[in-house]
């Protein structure tokens, strides 16, 4: 969004390489620098913004929303693919442990799937069902919704780092295949937010890949 | 050598006041003394036992073998150096604290003149002993347990077990050892670690948890083993400075290698040999027994000694390797060979030649090295037959070249390449020997041949280890 060239790379080892244990990280020149907040810093301190033309009242908003979607759409994903037996035993599992051999990649399989249910009970969202899960999700959307409106972004008519945020979360919920298609038709339900997420693939992705459905079981967009 | 007790063959009669001699009694036993001594080591004897005395756990089959050259004595030298053989066998299976052999003539019912009667009297090992260390070095204080137990089953099979718990790393080891009963050398042993390595020069931490077997049997000359081992090797960056390209090699990974290594050494010491010579030479193959890596790795390591005139002693030593990736992955950093520091080429830093990225080194897939030493005692020979014996100086000639496959180019560029720009360096220095397994060093060098991207290290250099080029 900030029309800056940028070559995308996917590692199996990606995580591992991450100085904070974090996708994505860009490497620039000798820098390695990983995360949204602090990738987003550095573009600015190296003099690209996409929120320069807001006011210090629509950037605390901004960053509300932000931690919003952290909060709720983040950890979601994360119970979604990892707390619900059905989907970590069918797909969760097998795509971690894809690149290596056995019985390595049972026993790496096993560690995520322990360290993000130990997260989830830290953070209390282990005692929740798929449903309410589902519930959160669906208010998310809803509050996400109803600040887009009308508008063909969040924040006047141009992108925002909200904007980049939210299309990375809807657009990985809708292209990723689980076992059942619920989060998707949620995210589906607001049609505003579903043609917010078409118009920056157009605007931004078409001319770079093929297709929507070329992601397949990719799990995000990483910058490299 | 233990004690050995001999009693005559023929006991002589005992004289005292309480017989009663008359003077013509006195004379009589004396001159059958005389005719009754015979020359010992001519008379033919029979070995009729062979017992061991003080056996509580050990199991006696399996130690019929050492003890089984006793019976073929044909006379009374030949018995006592036979027992001593016997008994240097039973030490050298780990389970006995002390032998002690006595021979006696044969007692009771079948004894005959001229038999023998052999007893070993040993001590067995504690079942368990353990041991605490505590050690400092790199940066990091540690406290090492040890646990071990000697003559598990009875038949000489030793299980041991390390843990060490440091302020960074934490590593630990067990290990089971089983001889085949009758042929010592025969062996096999299974390994499970957790190993973890810091390595300041490439910028990597290095995780293995890892199980090995091992099998290993002498044939002619030679001592071969077979091995097989499977680690899951994590890698990470020590710091975060850490170039991109060592960046780029973290992550998991599973290794499961076959390996074969021949050893033929004819040298009298491992440490310092004043004559012999050695060769080793080990193979490893990786991936067709699961695992990501997958490789072919050689690996050869060449030694000879001479003794020269004034009890200096002429030493020439070669070492090299090649790592062979088999398939298209590249290889990985924990494969690679390094090169340099005060055990390989001396005068440049730890492991700090060859192909490196940003101030780390990446080590290389083909290397050799060589080395000619001359080592004297130390000039004016100080503390003589003791302590000084301990310490040589040496005058030394090292070089060495590192460098990575570039596939498609043919062995004879590769050749060309390693042979081009060569690291090399002279000097001369102190070598103190560490018991039989370990040296300290410490050398003047003057590195020569360096290429741009070597760390050296001229001057005053300190290298402790135990595999010295």
């Known amino acids: 969004m900030c029309n800056l060239p940028v070559h995308v790379s996917c590692r199996s080892n990606a995580e591992y390489m991450s100085p904070s244990g974090k996708v994505p990280f860009v490497h620039v020149g000798n820098q390695v620098v990983s995360e949204l907040g602090p990738i987003v810093q550095f573009t600015k301190a190296k003099g690209h913004s996409l929120s320069d033309g807001l006011d210090d009242v629509q950037r605390a908003e901004m960053k509300a929303y932000m931690e919003l979607v952290n909060n709720m759409l983040l950890t979601a994903e994360l119970y979604i693919q990892w707390c619900d037996d059905t989907t970590a035993t069918e797909i969760s599992r097998p795509r971690y442990s894809s690149p290596y051999s056995w019985p390595l990649n049972q026993i790496l399989a096993y560690q995520k799937q322990w360290e993000v249910r130990r997260k989830m009970n830290a953070i209390g969202w282990a005692g929740k069902s798929l449903e309410q899960v589902y519930e959160d999700v669906s208010q998310c959307c809803q509050a996400l919704s109803q600040r887009l409106g009308t508008q063909p972004y969040f924040f006047n008519k141009q992108p925002t780092e909200l904007d980049a945020l939210v299309f990375g979360h809807l657009f990985t919920i809708l292209t990723t295949r689980l076992t059942s298609d619920e989060l998707g038709e949620k995210i589906k339900s607001y049609s505003n937010l579903l043609a917010f997420c078409r118009r920056i693939e157009q605007s931004y992705f078409e001319d770079s890949q093929a297709g929507s459905s070329s992601r397949g079981y990719s799990k995000g967009p990483s910058l490299f | ?469």
Request: charged share 20%; with cysteine; hydrophobic share 35%.
């Open chain 2, 1 to 469: 050598m233990g004690t050995v007790h001999a009693r005559s063959l023929d006991p002589l009669p005992m004289q005292g006041p309480e017989l009663g001699v008359h003077a013509d009694d006195i004379e009589t036993p004396e001159m059958e003394q005389e005719s009754k001594q015979e020359v010992l080591e001519n008379k033919d004897v029979i070995v009729q036992h062979v017992h061991i005395d003080g056996l509580g756990r050990t199991k006696e089959d399996c130690l019929t073998y050492e003890i089984a050259g006793v019976f073929r004595a044909k006379n009374l030298i030949d018995v006592m150096k036979r027992a001593h053989e016997a008994r240097q066998k039973l030490l050298r299976l780990g389970i006995f604290r002390q032998v002690e052999v006595v021979i006696d003539t044969s007692q009771g019912v079948d004894a005959l003149p001229n038999g023998l009667d052999v007893t070993f009297e040993v001590t067995e090992l504690r079942r368990m002993t353990g041991s605490y260390n505590t050690m400092v070095g790199n940066n990091e204080g540690s406290m090492v347990l040890g646990l071990k137990l000697p003559n598990v089953f009875g038949r000489a099979e030793k299980l041991t077990f390390q843990f060490s718990y440091g302020t960074k790393e934490t590593s630990y080891g067990l290990s089971f050892f089983k001889p085949q009963p009758g042929h010592f050398e025969r062996n096999f042993a299974v390994n499970f670690y957790k190993v973890t390595g810091q390595f300041p020069w490439s910028s990597l931490r290095e995780t293995d948890r890892g199980v090995s077997t091992e099998f290993s049997f002498p044939l002619w000359k030679t001592n071969h083993t077979l091995k097989w081992e499977g680690v899951w090797r994590e890698l990470g960056c020590l710091a975060r400075t850490a170039s991109f390209a060592v960046r780029e090699e973290s992550g998991h990974s599973l290794k499961s290698s076959l390996s074969h290594a021949m050893v033929i050494d004819t040298r009298n010491s491992t440490i310092l040999p004043r004559r012999g010579a050695l060769l080793k030479i080990n193979q490893e193959l990786a991936g067709y027994t699961g695992g990501d890596a997958s490789f072919l790795k050689e690996d050869f390591e060449l030694q000879f000694n001479k003794r020269l005139f004034w009890d200096s002693v002429l030493s020439a030593s070669l070492w090299g390797g090649c790592l062979l990736p088999i398939g298209d992955k590249p290889t990985c950093i924990a494969d690679r060979f390094y090169l340099g520091g005060p055990t390989s080429v001396r005068g440049f830093s730890m492991y700090s030649i060859g192909p490196q990225s940003e101030g780390d080194y990446l080590g290389g897939e083909v290397y050799w090295a060589g080395a000619v030493h001359l080592y004297t005692p130390l000039p004016f020979r100080p503390g003589k037959g003791g302590f000084g014996d301990l310490f040589r100086t040496h005058f030394f000639l090292n070089a060495g070249n590192l460098c990575n496959l570039n596939y498609g180019d043919g062995p004879r560029a590769h050749l060309s390449k390693l042979a081009e720009c060569i690291r090399w360096s002279y000097g001369a220095g102190i070598v103190l020997r560490l018991g039989n397994i370990a040296r300290l060093e410490l050398n003047y060098c003057i590195p020569m041949g360096v290429q741009s991207g070597d760390r050296i290290c001229d001057g005053v250099q300190f290298g402790a280890g135990i595999r010295f080029l």
